[in-house]
């Protein structure tokens, strides 16, 4: 995850650009040093996601500042993502959790696509506001983000979410404000529910024994969704927390670490 700031001659001023090709998404706010008036003038920021599999190397970044007084101040530069390397976790699984027979295989696969057309829409406006909490309680940071997972002998597509253990039944709690934007329960991450923050952040909670949410509910930090469980495909009761930022899956760490009000 990137955050990108620019301190502006107008609060009014309107910016636009690119990271990777990708649209950057800008809004106004305070320093979270100076939250009152910052000396260095009206700041705005946006936050962009870098995929798991984003291939280590320079991105190019292109920004775009409009002020209604003359012409637009362009910025560019380039942005260096390093490369980070990741475990193999090795997991056994019931053979029909894995080998799908081609109905099963049908409804992953719609299931799939429906969680991509929802991390696609676009909400205009910044849901959120101060720092992401975790989704539940006790001080174990979350593990496996972008482990390399070998199911019954077999290579599959890497962990992309944090695993948070819990026994069945522990609350979970929205991590920040946001609409509930899914309510489901697929074959893969069991029942869940996804929240959209706003500009292209979602928030993933998969597993859950129970929701206690309904799609277009607004919620706040903190508000309770559901309880942990061990629903989907699941060795056990947890919960998988995961976060997108548009189509970039992000590793979680980086969003609970993101302090902008």
């Known amino acids: 995850m990137v ?16 990271l990777g090709g990708i649209p950057l998404a800008f809004f106004p706010h305070a320093s979270a040093t100076n939250p009152v008036r910052d000396p260095l003038g009206p700041r705005q920021a ?3 996601g870098l995929d798991v599999d984003l291939t280590a190397g320079l991105q190019d970044w292109h920004i775009e500042i ?19 390397s990741f475990n193999v976790q090795r997991l056994t699984l019931p053979s029909g959790m894995v080998d799908l027979d081609p109905d099963t295989e049908r409804r992953a696969s719609a299931e799939a696509e429906r969680l ?13 506001r101060g720092r992401f909490v975790k989704p539940v309680s006790g001080d174990e940071p979350g593990t496996g983000f972008g482990a390399r997972r070998i199911i019954n002998g077999q290579p599959r597509a890497p962990h992309t979410g944090v695993d948070y253990a819990a026994p069945t039944g522990a609350p979970v709690v929205a991590s920040n404000a946001g609409r509930i934007v899914l309510v489901a329960e697929f074959f893969f991450p069991g029942r869940l529910a996804v929240i959209d ?18 799609e277009g ?8 969704i559901g309880t942990v469980g061990a629903t989907g495909r699941a060795t056990g009761p947890h919960l998988h927390f995961g976060v997108q930022v548009g189509a970039a899956r992000v590793d979680p760490a980086a969003l609970l670490a993101l302090d902008l009000d």
């Not at 955050?3 to 690119?18: K, Q, Y």
């Open 46 to 48: 946006a936050v962009i």
């Open 197 to 214: 923050h706003g500009l292209g952040l979602h928030t993933l909670y998969f597993h859950l024994d129970s929701v206690s949410v309904a």
């Open 66 to 84: 409009r002020d209604g007084h003359g012409p637009p101040h362009r910025l560019a530069g380039q942005l260096t993502v390093a490369a980070r």
């Open 217 to 224: 509910q607004v919620v706040e930090r903190g508000q309770a």
């Open 3 to 18: 955050v990108i700031e620019v301190n502006t001659t107008s609060p009014h001023a309107r910016l636009t650009g690119t």
């Open 116 to 128: 991509r057309a929802t991390y696609r829409t676009l909400t205009p406006e910044r849901l959120w």
